[in-house]
């Protein structure tokens, strides 16, 4: 009787030279099924899209120096230039407006106001959010995700595959899948990080026997 | 009459502007900015690591401290020796730094996180390679050579890079050698 299992797929450090759907499809061919969902870390698939800056290459406007101020010192957008990049791709204004939005959200004990408004606020990673190389860099959110699970399902003929940013704090997102995937039934199952962390160098995880399980 | 009411709009509003900004300045100076500091005098003697015929590798450890208020991320470390051919010309020198906390030998400095009140300790190496072949003659009459600590830092204002400076001493090289 099959079970889910969880099978981390270590790989190379993977640029923006690489393609995601084929390193997928190089590292991990002998182990995909039919029945199976393949998990990409988003962080990776940012990379591989080119879809990173680096703070010498921003000029922080008015806007960024003066919201980060107010945001605390564990977040990505509390640096000068977390916000700013944020702000290149969402625009200053839309942020600052989400911001306030935001605030005025929390007065009423609503929060995350402001990060589902300004949506590249919460996937933008801060310097050191990435292993080396891309720990000088601020790697945002992945472009297309939806379309990039389609890809790796038409590439690799598996059941399924998700974009997901998971950490080690339990929480757990998908942020793109192929059709027919039930992202919060993914990412409670991703929710104990199974892509460890950077060092581990296992960007891409497959959950073998989903369809199987599923039809139970 | 209407010339004097805008007079006053425009200066309420004026007046809002600068209250508010003034209010956010002194927040930001409330706040805090992150301030790391290389704590040079307290850094161990060089020490000898490794010695061949031909090279020596010394190693001396340089705490650091984030005495700000804020978080700041060390995004790079490098040393920058200073040892002019006209002034001494017997060795090659090789320097780099790494975290002790986190050890590489491949001289990348991993990008980290200081807390406000916390530090760390910066791993400097120093490879003299005579050129005669044979370490131990070749560095009679080294100099004192200074080294700067050159880093980057980042935190909630841009980015800049700060040095500071340590010196090999003729007479710190000539001891770990004895050693």
């Known amino acids: 009787m099959a079970n889910l299992e969880l099978v981390p797929i270590h790989t190379r450090i993977l640029t923006d030279k690489d393609d995601i759907v084929e390193a997928i499809a190089h590292y991990a061919k002998d182990i995909i099924g039919p029945e199976d969902i393949v998990c990409v870390a988003e962080s990776v698939v940012a990379i591989t899209q080119g879809h990173f800056t680096r703070p010498e290459e921003l000029k922080p406007t008015w806007q960024a120096r003066f919201l980060c101020r107010f945001v605390p010192a564990e977040g990505s957008m509390s640096s000068v230039y977390g916000m700013q990049a944020a702000m290149e791709l969402e625009g200053k204004w839309k942020v600052m407006g989400a911001f306030f939005i935001g605030a005025i959200a929390k007065l009423f004990r609503k929060n995350g106001v402001f990060y589902q ?59 793109g899948h192929s059709r027919g995937m039930d992202p919060k039934k993914i990412a409670r199952i991703l929710i104990d990080n199974p892509f460890g962390n950077d060092s581990q160098m296992t960007p891409i995880v497959v959950i073998k026997n989903f369809a199987a399980v599923q039809a139970k | 009459m209407f010339f004097y009411t805008l007079i006053n709009v425009v200066v309420t509003i004026v007046v809002i502007i600068a209250a508010l900004y003034l209010a956010f ?33 010394l190693v001396c450890d340089i705490p650091f401290v984030n005495r700000g208020k804020q978080n700041g991320t060390i995004m790079d470390v490098y040393p920058r020796h200073l040892l002019p051919q006209e002034q001494f010309d017997n060795v090659s020198i090789v320097s780099w730094t790494t975290d002790a906390n986190r050890e590489r030998h491949d001289g990348y400095w991993e990008s980290v996180i200081i807390e406000p009140r916390k530090g760390g300790t910066i791993r400097l190496r120093v490879i003299l390679e005579g050129k005669t072949g044979n370490i131990r003659k070749d560095v009679v009459g080294f100099p004192d050579m200074s080294i700067d600590i050159v880093y980057q830092v980042v935190g909630r204002s841009d980015w800049h890079i700060s040095k500071q400076r340590i010196v090999l001493t003729a007479e710190e090289l000539a001891q770990a050698m004895r050693q």
């Open chain 1, 117 to 175: 408004l300004a949506r590249q606020a919460s996937l933008t990673d801060d310097v050191t959010g990435t292993m080396p190389p891309f720990d000088k860099h601020i790697v945002y959110g992945p472009k297309e995700p939806n379309q990039v699970a389609e890809r790796i399902v038409r590439r690799t003929g598996c059941y399924g595959a998700v974009v997901a940013d998971v950490n080690d704090l339990k929480r757990s997102a998908v942020l």
């Open chain 2, 25 to 57: 300045r002194f927040y930001a100076w409330r706040q805090g900015n992150e301030r790391i500091v290389l704590i040079t005098k307290r850094r161990t003697p060089f020490q000898v690591e490794d010695l061949t015929f031909k090279t020596v590798t």
